[in-house]
């Protein structure tokens, strides 16, 4: 079973800047791709931006410019630096991962981790 974790949340003010991080039990390289998702207080969940095995990415409008994806395959490691953080950012942070490829066979489903929280407030 592949576990996600992630880490880096907290409390920040509006306009500084938090770096997620996840780390995967399993090889990332494994995976066709990545992404962080958030959930906002009374909102469904979201997409914020995924990367691909091979480096492709891709931010939902809300993050673009200010979001920033990328990975460590060394270190099994998903990031999101994220910069001129607004009140509305606030939300629980999801990892996932799919297409988990194992040989020649692509699993299906998807992995989560169990978030971790990001507050914008002064």
């Known amino acids: 079973q592949v576990q996600l974790v992630e880490s880096g949340g907290g409390l920040v003010q509006p306009g500084g800047s938090l770096r997620l991080s996840c780390v995967s039990s399993a090889s990332i390289a494994s995976f066709n791709g990545m992404g962080w998702y958030r959930q906002g207080p009374g909102k469904q969940r979201e997409l914020v931006a995924t990367?691909?095995?091979?480096?492709?990415?891709n931010y939902a409008d809300s993050g673009k410019g200010r979001f920033t994806i990328s990975k460590d395959n060394a270190k099994n490691m998903l990031y999101l630096q994220m910069n001129s953080l607004k009140a509305e950012d606030t939300a629980v942070y999801y990892c996932?991962?799919?297409?988990?490829?194992?040989?020649?066979?692509?699993?299906?489903?998807?992995?989560w981790g169990q978030g971790t929280q990001v507050t914008v407030s002064s």
């Open positions: 996932n991962a799919w297409g988990r490829r194992i040989g020649s066979v692509i699993l299906k489903g998807d992995y």
């Open positions: 990367i691909t095995s091979n480096g492709l990415t």
